[in-house]
T-cell receptor, first 114, second 114 residues
Framework: DAGVTQSPTHLIKTRGQQVTLRCSPKSGHDTVSWYQQALGQGPQFIFQ???????QRGNFPDRFSGHQFPNYSSELNVNALLLGDSALYLC?????????????FGPGTRLTVL | DQQVKQNSPSLSVQEGRISILNCDYT??????FLWYKKYPAEGPTFLISISSIKDKNEDGRFTVFLNKSAKHLSLHIVPSQPGDSAVYFCAASGLRGSQGNLIFGKGTKLSVKP
């Protein structure tokens, strides 16, 4: 059983560019959350998708957008990249059961903005 | 303002001894707490959780204690093993009965020396 997979592993972009990160959830999971982990910080919640809709959103600007597909996989898009967007982007999946908060994380995509 | 705080960036413990990792939170609406372990180049891995209706949860060598009046929780690892060396994140969730976004602390790097 494959766990949460993310692609690409590493990515280098320049300021002003756009980037798309991809995530495939763990088998049987239908909810995908995205987190940004800056160096020396804990993961910070970006948004969560369920049934192809954004269910919750953290304190991130509109430059950060996402999508969930019918097969539950998800994309994170970041427009007009800033140097401060350099971080590890983590995808987490879970099954939407009441009171079940354990999310399974992927290995992350390391984004460097030059 | 950080809602989940891990004030010790690092902790060094001898193999076989107890490791105690601490976490404080400020938001009394949090009702579910989790600990994650993270190795380099991997995503965080769920370790143990506790609901706000309990004060202790135990799973093998890992025990989490919750003191709601002090808004404090701790993770005890007994006995500590070299393989436990990792970054440990405390996380909190505030949406009772549903999947919610997780608020993470900055993490504590645990080193278990043989």
């Amino acid at each position: 059983d494959a766990g949460v997979t993310q692609s690409p592993t590493h990515l280098i972009k320049t300021r002003g560019q756009q980037v798309t990160l991809r995530c495939s959830p763990k088998s049987g999971h239908d909810t995908v959350s995205w987190y940004q982990q800056a160096l020396g910080q804990g993961p910070q919640f970006i948004f969560q998708y369920y049934e192809e809709e954004e269910r919750q959103r953290g304190n991130f600007p509109d430059r950060f957008s996402g999508h969930q597909f019918p097969n539950y996989s998800s994309e994170l898009n970041v427009n007009a990249l800033l140097l401060g967007d350099s971080a590890l982007y983590l995808c987490a999946s879970s099954f939407d059961l009441l009171a079940l908060n354990e999310q399974f994380f992927g290995p992350g995509t390391r984004l460097t903005v030059l | 303002d950080q809602q989940v705080k891990q004030n010790s960036p690092s902790l060094s413990v001898q193999e076989g001894r107890i490791s105690i990792l601490n976490c404080d939170y400020t938001n009394s609406m949090f009702d579910y707490f989790l600990w994650y372990k993270k190795y380099p180049a991997e995503g965080p891995t769920f370790l143990i959780s506790i609901s706000s209706i309990k004060d202790k949860n135990e799973d093998g060598r890992f025990t989490v204690f919750l003191n709601k009046s002090a808004k404090h929780l701790s993770l005890h690892i007994v006995p500590s093993q070299p393989g436990d060396s990792a970054v440990y994140f405390c996380a909190a969730s505030g949406l009772r009965g549903s999947q919610g976004n997780l608020i993470f602390g900055k993490g504590t790097k645990l080193s278990v020396k043989p």
